[in-house]
């Protein structure tokens, strides 16, 4: 996929010190929680990284699967100068082809960039948008991601002014 002199790809392992580098200014600003490099390592597959002309890293985003029908888009960033070219379009598009792929159908995504997201179909979550069942089998999940989706107490701290989002494919 190439447009406007970038395209998205899977990440590599080696592109993990770019996507670190790409998201702590995010980090610092509180916008992303920083993570260690060894949990980027063991969710490489779940990345995407648009890349400039260069092969330089100028956007991710991963897709992580919590459950049967439903995962999180997550760590979605674009480097500052490459902001309103489409690099964070084309990231939520092949995240999205990617979960369709997967048999997907809904998304979930915690954020304070609440306009983009209404832009790619996502509407703030009103309630649990799961069963009873479900809801137990999640709360077995040591994922600070889906503690988040679940809106548990212990992560709300961490999580204070993002909006938490919903979308069916």
Known sequence: MAEAGFSVRAARTSDVPLIRALIEPLVQRGILLGKDAVVFYEAIQEFRVAVD?????????????????????????????????????????????????????????????????????????????IDPIVYAELLRSPDEGVAEFLDLARVKPNTLGNTRMFKWL
């Open 53 to 129: 002309a260069n092969g330089e890293a100028i956007g991710c985003g991963a897709l992580h699967v919590m459950w049967q029908d439903l995962a999180e888009v997550r760590t979605l960033a674009v480097t500052e100068r490459w902001l309103h070219r489409g690099v964070g379009h084309a990231l939520m598009e092949r995240l999205e082809a990617d979960a369709r792929e997967l048999g997907l159908s809904r998304l979930f995504c915690l954020t304070f960039e609440v306009p983009f997201f209404v832009r790619h179909g996502f509407e703030p979550m009103a309630e649990q948008p």
